[in-house]
């Protein structure tokens, strides 16, 4: 018996039930680990592989009317400032760099009046001019438009006028690119001011944006299997199958026997190691479990005495024996227990080689005798005071 008689209870009670149980985890364990081994898990990882870049630079150019500085017809380009007379039309491309051909792309030339007051903005007028020129090639966008420069400067003076000289109205050359690379799509804004002087007008610089993205590209790699899930498994699997081994060599244990062990360690602190001879008491009550004698003890205030030799446990109060055992009554428990069947069996097998009756056989030595069980009938009468020594 293990020290853990609770066990052994549970064991003899449902101990083909938990085996069952306990190969059938062992399996799924199994089954689990090699599942997770052969099929592992898999990622979808991005990396970058590459950058697009979508650029867009303002240029300007102007044809001369008007011989003066320049010859008639004299083309300029990116000037720091135009003669109003001699260019009196701007025109300004947008150029857009694209990543690749299939790149969509579309430009939106603005011209925005603001009137302000002590650095603050309190009016403002947007206007988009439409576009003379637009392609797209090379993995370049282009769009043109004119400005008319003297109809701006006529527009100016009107709105300064409206505003009774309590503002100046400022000019912005805005241009507003938006674009779809089939992977990113965004929208550039590239602005400056756009100065007229009277007799001369310019950009201050030349505008441009740029936008940079990512180029990424998505992959499934697989993921080794986790060392703690599988530690986790064959744990389990190795648990199971030692608890299945376990019940297995347990599956013998007396569902009695261990229950009296749980008594016996319930009421530990009631019951005491002795021998008790067959003479003691003036009677012999007999009674159907050990919680029956621990309750007399209580009762009585004695102690329980466990003889192990007679496997039986009593109390003894006022000359009367209070006991248990589960080898029967008293007398019973007096004398050790012999096989009599496999005595009579082996008797019966040995009269079978037994010599004829006219064959002479010696008589047993002394030795021989005293090692032959007794017969019952030699046994000493257990009332008799000296029955122990007799034995």
């Keep these: 018996m293990t020290e853990t008689p609770r066990l052994d209870l549970l064991i003899a009670q449902h101990g083909r039930s938990i085996l069952i149980a306990l190969l059938v985890l062992g399996a799924v364990a199994l089954l689990a680990t090699g599942w997770v081994i052969a099929t592992p898990g898999t990622t979808t990882v991005t990396e970058e592989i590459g950058q697009q870049t979508v650029e867009t630079e303002v240029e300007t150019s102007a044809r001369v009317v008007e011989s003066g500085l320049w010859e008639e017809g004299t083309h300029l380009e990116n000037n720091p400032a135009y003669i109003t007379n001699a260019t009196p039309e701007l025109q300004v491309t947008a150029e857009t760099s694209m990543p690749t051909d299939d790149t969509r792309v579309s430009h939106a030339i603005q011209l925005r009046y603001e009137a302000s007051r002590d650095g603050q903005a309190f009016w403002d007028d947007t206007v988009t001019l439409e576009p003379t020129e637009a392609f797209a090639t090379n993995q370049r966008a282009v769009t043109q438009t004119t400005i008319d420069v003297e109809a701006v400067a006529e527009r100016v003076t009107e709105l300064e006028d409206e505003l009774a000289g309590i503002s100046t109205v400022d000019i912005e050359l805005v241009v507003v690119t938006s674009y779809d690379t089939g992977t990113h799509e965004g929208t550039q804004t590239a602005s400056t001011p ?198």
């Design 194 to 391: 756009f100065v007229l002087t009277g007799e001369t007008y310019y950009l201050e610089e030349h505008p441009s944006s740029s936008d940079t993205h990512p180029l990424t590209q998505t992959s499934e790699q697989t993921e080794s299997p986790s060392s703690a899930l599988l530690g986790a498994l064959v744990l389990v699997a190795l648990g199971s199958f030692g608890g299945a081994a376990f019940v297995n060599a347990r599956s013998d244990v007396d569902v009695e026997h261990a229950r009296q062990r749980i008594h016996e360690q319930r009421y530990a602190e009631w019951i005491s190691q002795g021998s008790l001879p067959m003479w003691i008491g003036d009677e012999q009550v007999s009674l159907d479990t050990l919680e029956d004698v621990v309750d007399v003890a209580i009762d009585t205030n004695e102690r329980v005495i466990q003889d192990r030799s007679r496997g039986l446990f009593a109390v003894v109060s006022d000359g009367v024996v209070y006991y248990y055992s589960d080898r029967g009554l008293w007398e019973e428990t007096a004398w050790p227990d012999f096989d009599l069947e496999r005595q009579s069996l082996e008797t019966d097998s040995s009269s079978e080689t037994t010599p004829p009756d006219d064959a002479t056989t010696a008589p047993p030595t002394a030795e021989e005798a005293s090692e032959q069980p007794p017969k019952l009938d030699d046994l000493p009468d257990p009332e008799d005071d000296d029955a122990w020594q007799n034995l």
